[in-house]
């Protein structure tokens, strides 16, 4: 995902317990043992003793392959207008891949000029981006909101600057009209699947299926191996402007012989996921589609998102299909949860065939994950494995996997077999490198930042902070510690921690706090900036349903609430680079524009420091109505 996205949240619960051990689901879980040696520097090397199997040549092996063995059976399918499913089986996806390579040949394209997706999840940008890997053409989904929501096109801008797309691709026209007449030459090319724009060339995207593929198609699809580039994926984490990760299909494939090794769940029985995750990044485009393509099961594109506006399309279709797997962001299990707590329907069809959970992106809440646990021990008699990781956009993303032994908020577990981890001491803590046949040779015409990514021996430097579980016993495995670039002195000297501090934060928070940001480097003490979760703060203010959000976080039993909150972080403090001085309740959400979060929920420390500085310069000055002390006072 992005450098750190699959990150969770530090440890919450001691490593030893006492408690009744509780009755999992069965699900065939690998968990191969882990080779820790320590090399004459002192640094510490883990990686999995069981070696990574072959990988085929390509990922689109796998659809041949299945479109041999179970042709008529579906593998993917979207809601029509009408509400109706539309299927596509693998025979005819394979049809269309082929008949699609064929048309984009013509078009002269190639890594220096390679196909730019516009818009987002739909059959059409399956299709084509399958028959885009078939000819050996590079691809690249972007993010809509780059050109959707965003008023300066800055980011869009600078992908289109840095890839120089020969063929752009969007379902529809005219909402991409403004991005496409700002930033594309008129002579570029342009496919849609409805409307058209005047004056430029364009196609619909039916007429890319008029011929049926040839022998041109299987000649390119035949020349394309490992080292070939599938598709160019944007980060979106710790920088303003997005870096572009050539993602090999090497990379695509060993990811997903790791995931098969570690969850041989998946060749048992063919996956059936319903899934909403964004295409344009590595957890839904490259983790998910592959899990389904490569085990030959069916992915049911959800169109609904977990948003108060668009989780009612997410529940409508986990009513009609169960999936076998469910994979998706924190915020979706927070919405899951409190939908099956109150819904038997939903329950009955949702835990009829699930094997497995996983949640990437974020720190998953431990209260969630109770209540979630609370919720299958009810129905089902037992839990369902909540399964999560480190992973990384440069890494296609897999690099460990909580398969260990214990299952707590925080634990990112083992590496995956074919992953190497090094930890590196850097500012007092250990960073996780990288190096596998998953991780990228570098990225794309960027040789200042390669030069900083990678260390002598190969090893990708993640940026992320990482300990063991335990010193004595490297078996158990690892915990996510924060990034390294957002931790920062006090004007003392005092090192702040930044990742365990705000993840106990989000985490006491409930059902009130979003997410926060930890101010601020050089200053004589620690604020808070909190992101509240608006809608709830409202049930809690009790004021008239036309009240501003800022008449609501002004509400005295919203302030008495917060204030209750940072006086118990401040209990567990344990000095200066822990205790909170003061939090504020910020009114303006995060910018997708500034970079201070990405469309997937992903927020950014710094950018949200450096964008907001004349506002923590007030509050620090005490001099912000929004700033809310501890009980205790100063």
Sequence with gaps: MEEGEVSVEPQSQSVLSTAAQPIYRRVSIGRAPIQVREDESGILHMQALEPLSPLPQRLLDRLVHWASICPEKTFIAARQQGGEWRHISYAQMLQSTRAIAQSLLGYGLSAERPLVILSGNDLEHIQLAFGAMYAGIPYCPVSPAY????????????????????????????????????????????????????????????????????????????????????????????????????????????????????????????????????????????????????????????????????????????????????????????????????DGELRERFFSRITLFFFAAAGLSQSIWDRLDRVAEAHCGERVRMMAGLGMTEAAPSCTFTTGPLSMAGYIGLPAPGCEVKLVPVDGKLEGCFRGPHVMA???????????????????RSGDALKLVDVNNPQLGLMFDGRIAEDFKLSSGVFVSVGPLRNRAVLAGGLYVQDVVVAAPDRECLGLLVFPRLADCRTLAGLARDASDAQVLAAAPVRNWFSHWLHRLNDEATGNATRLQWIALLVEPPSIDLGEITDKGSLNQRAVLQWRAAKVDALYRGEDDSLIYDGNGL
Aim: aromatic share 10%; hydrophobic share 40%.
């Design 442 to 460: 570098g990225y794309w015409r960027n040789p200042e930042q390669n030069a900083e990514a990678f260390d002598a021996q190969g090893y990708f």
């Design 147 to 342: 050109s959707l929501l965003s008023k300066d096109l800055a980011k869009l801008r600078h992908i289109v600057d840095l890839l120089q797309p020969g063929l752009v691709f969007a379902a529809d026209a005219q909402p991409f009209q403004r991005a496409i007449e700002t930033l594309l030459a008129d002579s570029v090319p342009l496919i849609f699947t409805q409307g058209r724009l005047a004056g430029r060339p364009c196609v619909s995207f039916d007429s890319l299926l008029s011929e049926p593929g040839g022998a041109e198609a299987d000649v390119a699809f035949r020349a394309t191996g490992p080292d070939s580039i599938a598709k160019f994926l944007f980060t979106s984490g710790s920088t303003k402007l997005p870096k572009a990760v050539p993602t090999t299909q090497r990379m695509l494939c060993a990811n997903q012989q790791m995931l098969l090794q570690t969850f041989p769940v998946f060749g048992e029985e063919p996956p059936v996921l319903v899934d909403w995750l964004p295409w344009n990044h590595t957890f839904g485009g490259s983790h998910n589609v592959g899990i389904v393509l490569y085990n030959g099961g069916s992915f049911y594109l959800d169109d609904g998102k977990p948003t108060a506006q668009g989780f009612a399309e997410t529940l409508r279709n986990l009513k009609e299909i169960s999936p076998t797997a469910y994979l998706t962001v924190p915020k979706g299990w927070e919405e899951l949860t409190r939908a099956l707590e109150n």
